[in-house]
């Protein structure tokens, strides 16, 4: 598949380097020139186990190049994958207009038929924010948010135990499938909505275990979660585990967080 990651951060230079490894024909788009010369030296300044090694080896093979030429890393695409790190403000808000500035700097220029990926970290609603700024463009967009660990990225990004991948369209699974199939063993799809929600629940829930129960953080996830939780039970026919095992929490903790959300527990046989 011939894919262009924009944005080469952490995110998006891991996310260049093991999709070309995967097989990928992947273009790196990045308007800081100079990130984008180090990188076609093979140099990603990151501390991570086996990136550079997939770096030489990608652009060895020419299945990865980097460039700050929008309209030459656009041509001919599948997918155009958003991989920026967002930045966030000194309250910890995601710099929203940061990343705006830089998908509005593509203007025009992406294919119609391409099917434009969110990775970065946005709240939800964002991704149905971009296809109304992109509208009338014949553009297909779809969600799938970041799930790297710094420090073990290419690790946790080449085997995630699951993604969950937000769609607009049916017709665009293949495609996804295609791409992400080999870096995960089970994709839950839904929508691009859930899908954000998912990241941020997942954020909470492990910043939650930091925090002393009790607190009103603690009482504000629970209003939070419910929500999302129910919402995973629905997609899972009512399946607490597998419910729980969607948005990242484990079974020696899932009776616990049920309490607190004041959904009642069942069972946990090997039939749930």
Same mark, same amino acid.
Request: proline share 4%; charged share 25%; hydrophobic share 45%.
């Given at each position: 598949?011939?894919?262009?990651?924009?944005?080469?951060?952490?995110?998006?230079?891991?996310?260049?380097?093991?999709?070309?490894?995967?097989?990928?024909?992947?273009?790196?788009?990045?308007?800081?020139?100079?990130?984008?010369?180090?990188?076609?030296? @093979?140099?990603?300044?990151?501390?991570?186990?086996?990136?550079?090694?997939?770096?030489?080896?990608g652009l060895a093979s020419g299945r990865l !190049?980097?460039?700050?030429?929008?309209?030459? !890393?656009?041509?001919?695409?599948?997918?155009?994958?958003?991989?920026?790190?967002?930045?966030?403000?000194?309250?910890?808000?995601?710099?929203?207009?940061?990343?705006?500035?830089?998908?509005?700097?593509? @203007?025009?220029?992406?294919?119609?038929?391409?099917?434009?990926?969110?990775?970065?970290?946005?709240?939800?609603?964002?991704?149905?924010?971009?296809?109304?700024?992109?509208?009338?463009?014949?553009?297909?967009? !779809?969600?799938?948010?970041?799930?790297?660990?710094?420090?073990?990225?290419?690790?946790?990004?080449?085997?995630?135990?699951?993604?969950?991948? @937000?769609?607009?369209?049916?017709?665009?699974?293949?495609?996804?499938?295609?791409?992400?199939?080999?870096?995960?063993?089970?994709?839950?799809?839904?929508?691009?909505?859930?899908?954000?929600?998912?990241?941020?629940?997942?954020?909470?829930?492990?910043?939650?275990?930091?925090?002393?129960?009790?607190?009103?953080?603690?009482?504000?996830?629970?209003?939070?979660?419910?929500?999302?939780?129910?919402?995973?039970?629905?997609?899972?026919?009512?399946?607490?585990?597998?419910?729980?095992?969607?948005?990242?929490?484990?079974?020696?903790?899932?009776?616990?967080?049920? @309490?607190?959300?004041?959904?009642?527990?069942?069972?946990?046989s090997a039939a749930n």
């Amino acid at each position: 598949m011939r894919l262009t990651v924009y944005g080469l951060g952490h995110l998006g230079t891991v996310t260049a380097a093991c999709a070309a490894r995967a097989g990928h024909e992947v273009v790196g788009l990045d308007p800081d020139a100079e990130r984008v010369r180090a990188l076609a030296e @093979g140099r990603s300044g990151l501390l991570e186990d086996g990136l550079d090694e997939r770096l030489a080896e990608g652009l060895a093979s020419g299945r990865l !190049a980097f460039t700050a030429d929008a309209r030459a !890393a656009l041509r001919g695409r599948d997918v155009l994958w958003v991989a920026f790190d967002t930045p966030v403000d000194d309250d910890d808000q995601a710099d929203l207009g940061w990343l705006r500035a830089r998908l509005d700097a593509l @203007g025009g220029l992406v294919p119609a038929g391409t099917l434009v990926l969110l990775s970065s970290q946005v709240p939800a609603g964002f991704t149905a924010e971009l296809e109304g700024r992109w509208s009338g463009h014949g553009l297909r967009f !779809a969600c799938a948010p970041e799930n790297l660990r710094r420090g073990e990225a290419v690790r946790t990004f080449e085997a995630a135990a699951r993604l969950a991948v @937000g769609l607009r369209d049916e017709r665009d699974r293949p495609r996804l499938e295609t791409l992400l199939r080999p870096f995960a063993a089970q994709i839950e799809w839904m929508s691009p909505e859930s899908a954000e929600m998912a990241k941020h629940a997942l954020n909470a829930w492990l910043a939650d275990n930091t925090i002393a129960p009790g607190t009103l953080y603690h009482s504000a996830l629970a209003a939070f979660e419910r929500p999302l939780f129910e919402h995973a039970l629905a997609r899972t026919g009512g399946n607490q585990l597998r419910a729980a095992a969607l948005l990242g929490i484990n079974r020696n903790t899932l009776r616990q967080r049920l @309490g607190e959300l004041a959904i009642d527990p069942v069972s946990f046989s090997a039939a749930n």
